[in-house]
């Protein structure tokens, strides 16, 4: 779903929320308690973009090399303008979040800036791992194939049970 389209929907109590924002944007909604903010650019294919440094950063991997790339990615994150793609950290954030919420929460909002590309990307990641009713609000959505490609990544690594 849309920031504008989620800013109208009165947020109660039962509900959660993913909030994906674009690099140097932060989004002025009044979220509940039990939100995750992130932060990464709508790219389907990261390694085209961004400075040599970026594509370094990205090619860093885990242990102690990926967390100075997270340092990196984490300051980067609060850029206008900056390319931050989607990482596992991302992946395995929501994967907790969702895990995690209290059995009182009926629903879960994934909104992104516009709602054709990362949100839904997003949700359908967490119905194939939780089995979660999508209904998607915007009209013509394009699902981004590296956001979905990442979880599945993360989730045949981490064996993460994937729901029938």
């Not at 440094?53 to 984490?74: I, Q, S, V």
């Not at 054709?116 to 609000?137: D, E, I, N, T, W």
């Not at 194939?145 to 990442?150: A, I, L, N």
Request: charged share 15%; hydrophobic share 40%; proline share 6%.
């Amino acid at each position: 779903m849309s920031l504008s389209r989620l800013g109208n929907i009165p947020l109660g109590e039962r509900c959660a929320v993913i909030s994906i924002s674009s690099p140097g944007n932060i989004p002025y909604v009044d979220f509940p308690t039990h939100t995750l903010q992130l932060t990464f650019s709508d790219l389907e294919n990261p390694g085209k973009f961004g400075s040599i440094l970026d594509r370094l950063m990205m090619a860093l991997g885990n242990g102690p090399a990926g967390r100075f790339g997270e340092a990196y990615w984490r300051y980067q994150s609060e850029v206008k303008q900056a390319v931050v793609p989607f990482r596992r950290c991302h992946a395995v954030s929501i994967y907790h979040f969702v895990a995690s919420l209290p059995a009182s929460i009926e629903t879960l909002y994934i909104h992104c800036d516009f709602g054709k590309s990362r949100s839904p990307a997003v949700a359908f990641a967490l119905q194939r791992l939780f089995g979660c009713q999508l209904v998607f609000k915007e009209q013509n959505i394009a699902p981004n194939t590296f956001v979905t490609g990442v979880f599945a990544e993360v989730q045949a690594r981490l064996g993460w049970a994937i729901h029938q």
